[in-house]
């Protein structure tokens, strides 16, 4: 068994078939790899042995003979299209068991905000800490990057974590994954997005949390600070004329309103994520609050994504704010992520 | 190899080759024969496999180092895209229906001609201006927006000549839609006596799904890259954010008609196959209806899976889940034709002439295709693999694997039919060998890359990759060697290949019971068929050991 392991170590070490496991999607991907690849080799080996052994054994024999007719059976028409059926139903269900769990992102996530643009990644740390082409994170915490696009579309790609998506302008993607070993670790824009696509990659470097909060620390953060920078927008942008902290002003209070449910003027409800403020910002006609004007200009082309992210990263600061009773934006009763 | 001394044939006097319309050129360029129109498009299209071939060479090349070793990151982006403009659009599509469909199916069915002849000649021309224009934007400043021409990098941020190339592709879909409706009209009007539908090849039956896939999907890719091409050149906002668009919706928009546009390209090669399983194991086709019913369910259900190209993408659990499902669905009906094609041959008396050997060949390369597309259909996997080098490995499968081995297969089973001469037997098996260990060891290494996490599209690589991409590079000169003796030996027979005779091999259809080459009105009279496809028990016409006293007369009762 032993021995078994240390062969598989020393093909995988001299020319691999998979890449290194990294992450918590790593191990259940390559398994759902091998259980895909065992159905479909037995079925291209199937076949293939058919032929070969057909086409040895019934060879012509006479320039002029004639194969023997068979007549055409429709229980065995039925059995080949009910078990490739079954078998392909069993890999639909596992993959979507395994795709289900990775786009639903876990709530006690470590958020960094990716940006990709021609032809760089830049990333940044909850405190503000931004690296170029580089992503720091800890070992065995919930990571979520939160992507957005300053031009084209990327693709975010990290194969030790067999995890990626698409960086896609003017949306918000969000992808995560969970770090299950230390180390440094390729990533790649993995959608086509012009000249120099290939040259836009980098590296995930995963850390014991000790090492990643004295890296963090040790890294002059100062005044980046998304919250704080965040704060200073709100107000140059003169957004607190009307989101007024105590909801007395024309528009609602944003105290409390991350990750809540918010009632719209057209009676649905929908949660206050990223993409929601996001897309507050940029096209505030998109969904009214109940109960208020559509009063808001649009702030399109106005802001860098960073300044998007500062503002967001600040409304976040406010989720622990008091809610006012009146003048929120949040639907009753208040479902708090 | 020498010929044994068998009777000298002789062509035909008269026949649609040397039929005098007009002088010389004009008598081509004006025809309406489908023949004639078929090999009008044989020559267009050899010219673009031969630019999309020189392309990927020059790619192959490149990838050799993983620094790069032939051209700059622009030139290598524009090889790649005018790679899979040319061979797709200008290729891929036309290539079986328009040379083999536009050839073959009157003739199969008991026709003079197509329904609409002049429009016919009219979607070669369309053809041309099309490809003129794509020509014109390779020539003048190349084209890197990839293939799928994404937005808003197409729309906005490329360089090239995008616009020129997307007016081509618009222009050409309609040659494309008027092909396909020449063909459901003339399927459905000008079958001969006694052709009912139950009765027609095939190849036919795959030919009339192709068709209902062309002229429903094709609309809307050229409505598509139209508007692409207006957010360019006019700045409408379909696409960019920027101007209140929605890139995502070009890539619904487009794979709509991008994906049902690979069962253009693959169920006229299953068509083909079809024709050679049954000719040379000389016994009917094992599962007629259900072989011709999935085509059908192939076309159908392939218009419903385009979004399973956007899993990474954002979109909702919800439809991926639902594109996931029913691109597991559209490999049942694949499915359903290998395994039919391989009971076909149990009991056969199995030739290897060979058309069969491409045959083979093909059914080993679209297995491995067809299976490799339930590993990207999966969603669990498909957030690893998607835009890497496994889906170029496995699209190159379909596309190059299965539909260029039944392409090179079709002209090999009907070269006799086309020109009225047989080319090298033995060369010609070892031509088919060399393609498939060629294309083998080209694209399969690929596979592994993607596993690997290599994605597509990228000029240079991580040194850990190098080994597979040399193999990669090994494999396609040995596959280029493979195109290119077929070209050679091909063209040298149309002058010194021995003469066919009618029916060569023999093989059961309509088109075989005319001369070789045909009449340029097909046949003598309208023929009446009296016979079920692929019997070759109850046709003494063909010469055949009818009746031989064989085992197991039970099951060989018909």
């Known amino acids: 068994m032993a021995r078994n392991e240390e062969l598989a170590k020393t093909v995988q070490s001299q020319l691999p078939i998979y890449p290194e496991q990294a992450s918590n999607f790593a191990p259940q991907v390559d398994a759902l790899m091998l259980f895909i690849t065992g159905i479909c080799v037995f079925f291209a080996a199937g076949v293939t042995v058919a032929i070969v052994v057909f086409f040895f054994k019934y060879r012509r024999k006479t320039p002029d003979a004639v194969g023997i007719t068979i007549e055409e059976d429709a229980r065995l028409e039925a059995l080949w299209m009910i078990v490739p059926l079954i078998l392909s139903m069993a890999m639909f269900g596992w993959g979507a068991v395994v795709y289900v769990d990775y786009r639903n992102v876990p709530r006690d996530t470590l958020d960094i905000y990716v940006i990709g643009k021609q032809w760089m990644w830049k990333a940044q740390q909850p405190n503000g800490l931004k690296e170029i082409n580089e992503c720091h994170v800890p070992v065995g915490r919930n990571i979520r990057l939160i992507l957005s696009s300053e031009d084209v579309i990327h693709d975010f790609f990290v194969p030790a974590f067999r995890v990626k998506m698409d960086v896609v302008p003017g949306h918000y993607n969000t992808m995560w994954f969970r770090p299950t070993k230390p180390g440094r670790y390729h990533f790649f824009c993995s959608q086509y997005c012009g000249t120099n696509h290939a040259l836009m990659g980098g590296w995930v470097t995963v850390m ?11 890294s002059a953060a100062g005044n980046a600070n998304p919250v704080v920078a965040g ?18 002003g024309r528009s609602p209070s944003l105290n409390g309103v991350y990750g809540a449910q918010v009632l719209l003027a057209d009676g649905s409800i929908v949660v206050a994520d990223e993409a929601y403020i996001r897309e507050s910002i940029l096209q505030p006609n998109a969904k009214i609050v109940a109960g208020y004007q559509p009063l808001m200009p649009t702030f399109q082309g106005q802001l860098t994504e960073e300044q998007i992210f500062a503002l967001i990263a600040y409304i976040k600061s406010l989720q622990s704010q008091p809610v006012p009773a009146t003048g929120a934006g949040i639907a009753p009763p208040t479902g708090k992520r | 190899m020498s010929t044994p001394p ?4 002789e062509l035909p006097h008269k026949h649609y080759l040397n039929a005098t319309y007009g002088a010389g050129l004009r008598s081509w360029l004006l025809t309406t024969d489908h023949k004639r129109i078929a090999l009008l498009y044989l020559a267009s299209v050899t010219v673009f496999f031969f630019i999309g071939g020189v392309l990927a060479t020059m790619i192959r090349i490149h990838l050799l180092t993983p620094g790069g070793a032939l051209v700059t990151p622009e030139t290598y982006n524009k090889l790649f895209t005018m790679h899979g403009v040319a061979m797709i659009f200008f290729f891929l599509i036309p290539s079986i229906p328009a040379v083999f469909g536009n050839f073959l199916i009157p003739l199969m069915i008991g026709a003079k001609d197509l329904a609409f002849p002049k429009i016919n000649l009219l979607s ?39 616009t020129p190339a997307v007016l081509g592709i618009f222009i050409n879909g309609f040659s494309s839609i008027l092909t396909g409706l020449n063909f459901i009209v003339t399927i459905h009007t000008m079958r001969a006596p006694g052709m009912t539908w139950f009765r027609l090849p095939l190849f036919v039956w795959a030919h009339y799904a192709t068709s209902l896939v062309m002229i429903l999907g094709t609309p809307v890719v050229a409505i598509t890259l139209l508007l692409a091409g207006l957010e360019r050149m006019f700045h409408l906002g379909f696409f960019n954010p920027a101007l209140g668009g929605d890139p995502i919706l070009f890539q619904h928009l487009f794979w709509f008609y991008s994906h049902p ?20 194991a000389r016994k009917p086709i094992f599962g007629y209806a259900f072989i011709a019913g999935s085509s059908i369910a192939i076309a159908v259900i392939g218009f419903l899976v385009w979004a399973h190209h956007m899993f990474v993408t954002g979109e909702s659990t919800y439809a991926a889940l639902t594109f996931s499902f029913l ?8 499915a359903v034709k290998v395994f039919n094609w391989t009971s076909t041959l149990y009991k056969g008396s199995i030739s290897w002439d060979p058309p069969m050997i491409y045959a083979l060949g093909f059914i080993g390369l679209f297995v491995i295709g067809g299976l490799t597309g339930l590993f990207l259909a999966c969603l669990g996997l498909d957030i690893h693999i998607h835009d890497t080098y496994f889906v170029v490995a496995h699209f190159h499968y379909i596309m190059v694997g299965g539909a260029v081995m039944g392409y090179v297969g079709g ?11 047989l080319y090298p037997r033995a060369l010609s098996r070892f031509a088919a060998v060399v393609l498939f260990i060629g294309f083998n060891l080209t694209f399969f290494p690929q596979f592994i890359l993607g596993y690997l996490g290599m994605p597509r599209r990228y000029h240079t690589y991580p040194p850990e990759f190098q080994v597979l991409n040399v193999l990669s590079t090994a494999g396609a000169s040995i596959l280029a060697l493979g195109y290119l003796l077929p070209m050679s030996y091909l063209t040298w027979s149309m002058r010194y290949g021995r003469v066919a005779g009618q029916n060569p091999w023999p093989a059961t259809g309509l088109e075989w019971k005319t001369d070789s080459p045909p009449l340029t009105e097909n046949f003598e009279v309208t023929p009446v068929v009296t016979w079920e496809p692929y019997d070759f028990k109850n046709r003494p016409d063909l010469g055949l050991a009818t009746g031989t006293p064989l085992p197991a007369p039970a099951l060989g009762d018909d």
């Open chain 2, 411 to 421: 002209l090999h089973f009907w070269w006799p039919k086309i020109t009225g001469r």
């Open chain 2, 6 to 9: 068998t009777p000298v044939r």
């Open chain 1, 208 to 218: 014991e949390p000790s090492d990643y909060a004295a890296w963090l620390s040790g």
């Open chain 1, 231 to 248: 704060e200073k927008l709100f107000a140059e942008k003169a957004c607190s004329t009307c989101h007024v902290a105590n909801g007395t």
């Open chain 2, 261 to 280: 546009a690979v069962y253009i390209m693959i169920l006229p090669a299953m068509g083909v196959i079809s024709e050679i399983i049954p000719t040379f």
């Open chain 2, 327 to 334: 691109s597991y669905l559209v490999a049942i009906p694949s």
């Open chain 2, 124 to 162: 070669w021309y369309i053809y041309v201006i099309g490809g003129c224009f794509v020509l014109y934007s390779f020539g003048t400043g190349g084209l890197d927006t990839g293939w799928t021409f994404y937005t808003p990098l197409s729309s906005v941020y490329s360089n090239s000549a995008v």
